[in-house]
């Protein structure tokens, strides 16, 4: 049987790797080389050494060999394959959309594998989280919705889709922190009494704090509550003038994930009228 060596198993781009072929015992054999890739059978080249035991490749692929000598020509059994990839220089970085520091089970998110100068190459694209392969998307961009299984450290390597065995290196991970609980809303007024004429302010947070917009509801005694509006965009603050019972909650992304509700704050207007 052929045994095939490779000196790398990696072609930086421009580079080359030696294969060696060998059958034990020695004496008397020359070899033939076989190529194949994700789409083709194995095909046959030569090479210039008459022996042909050792080799240089430029292109990646999966290989192997086998050796013939006498005449008629008999022939070892062929070696095991190997691949031989290109790796290209190309730095690679993972990006991720939005960019808060701590999600929430059921909010959405686009990972995007980055390559720096790839120009317009094609790319197929995989994913690692903790090091086990979990996605592979033909284009850079992966969005998905996050539970609490999908903490963890992330990382991208793509491949041409017009050589699978061009890639690129491993960018560096990135941690992904997703929490299951949902969040609450919490809502702070600067008094709970408005005097006639007068207005208060109401606050509303969500921990943590990033990305949050606020919707904002009053009811009275008699009524249901009532999503009203406010000209800050944000609307992390509003100040009231009228009476009534309020309570806000946090929306962030696209789709849309909502906190959990604040506990409801009654806001009553104080009359100025001396009683007796």
Same mark, same amino acid.
């Given at each position: 049987?052929?045994?095939?060596?490779?000196?790398?198993?990696?072609?930086?781009?421009?580079?080359?790797?030696?294969?060696?072929?060998?059958?034990?015992?020695?004496?008397?054999?020359?070899?033939?080389?076989?190529?194949?890739?994700?789409?083709?059978?194995?095909?046959?080249?030569?090479?210039?050494?008459?022996?042909?035991?050792?080799?240089?490749?430029?292109? !990646?692929? %999966?290989?192997?060999?086998?050796?013939?000598?006498?005449?008629?020509?008999?022939? /070892?059994? #062929? $070696?095991?394959? &190997?691949?031989?990839?290109?790796?290209?220089?190309?730095?690679?970085?993972?990006?991720?959309?939005?960019?808060?520091?701590?999600?929430?089970?059921?909010?959405?998110?686009?990972?995007?594998?980055?390559?720096?100068?790839?120009?317009?190459?094609?790319?197929?694209?995989?994913?690692?989280?903790? !090091?086990? %392969?979990?996605?592979?998307?033909?284009?850079?961009?992966?969005?998905?919705?996050? /539970?609490? #299984? $999908?903490?963890? &450290?992330?990382?991208?390597?793509?491949?041409?889709?017009?050589?699978?065995?061009?890639?690129?290196?491993?960018?560096?991970?990135?941690?992904?922190?997703?929490?299951?609980?949902?969040?609450?809303?919490?809502?702070?007024?600067?008094?709970?009494?408005?005097?006639?004429?007068?207005?208060?302010?109401?606050?509303?947070?969500?921990?943590?704090?990033?990305?949050?917009?606020?919707?904002?509801?009053?009811?009275? $005694?008699?009524?249901?509550?009532?999503?009203?509006?406010?000209?800050?965009?944000?609307?992390?603050?509003?100040?009231?003038?009228?009476?009534?019972?309020?309570?806000?909650?946090?929306?962030?992304?696209?789709?849309?994930?909502?906190?959990?509700?604040?506990?409801?704050?009654?806001?009553?207007?104080?009359f100025s009228n001396k009683v007796l």
């Open positions: 049987m052929a045994t095939l060596t490779a000196g790398s198993t990696t072609i930086p781009v421009g580079g080359s790797v030696i294969l060696s072929c060998s059958v034990e015992p020695s004496a008397g054999w020359k070899y033939r080389w076989f190529r194949r890739t994700s789409v083709t059978s194995f095909v046959e080249f030569n090479t210039n050494n008459e022996e042909n035991r050792e080799i240089t490749v430029t292109q !990646g692929g %999966i290989y192997k060999c086998d050796g013939k000598r006498g005449n008629p020509s008999f022939y /070892s059994h #062929s $070696s095991h394959e &190997n691949i031989i990839e290109i790796m290209f220089s190309n730095k690679v970085f993972v990006t991720r959309q939005p960019n808060w520091p701590q999600m929430f089970s059921g909010e959405s998110i686009t990972l995007t594998c980055e390559v720096q100068g790839g120009g317009t190459t094609e790319w197929t694209c995989e994913w690692r989280r903790s !090091g086990s %392969i979990i996605h592979k998307t033909d284009s850079k961009d992966w969005t998905f919705i996050v /539970s609490e #299984s $999908s903490s963890g &450290n992330y990382m991208c390597q793509c491949r041409s889709r017009d050589d699978w065995y061009s890639s690129t290196q491993r960018s560096e991970t990135i941690r992904l922190s997703v929490s299951r609980d949902k969040p609450g809303a919490k809502l702070t007024a600067g008094s709970s009494t408005i005097p006639v004429g007068g207005s208060v302010t109401l606050s509303c947070s969500v921990e943590p704090s990033a990305g949050w917009k606020y919707k904002w509801f009053r009811r009275t $005694s008699d009524s249901s509550f009532v999503e009203f509006s406010r000209n800050n965009e944000e609307n992390r603050e509003i100040t009231v003038t009228q009476g009534g019972i309020y309570k806000c909650d946090g929306k962030r992304g696209n789709p849309s994930f909502y906190s959990h509700s604040s506990l409801e704050n009654i806001i009553e207007i104080m």
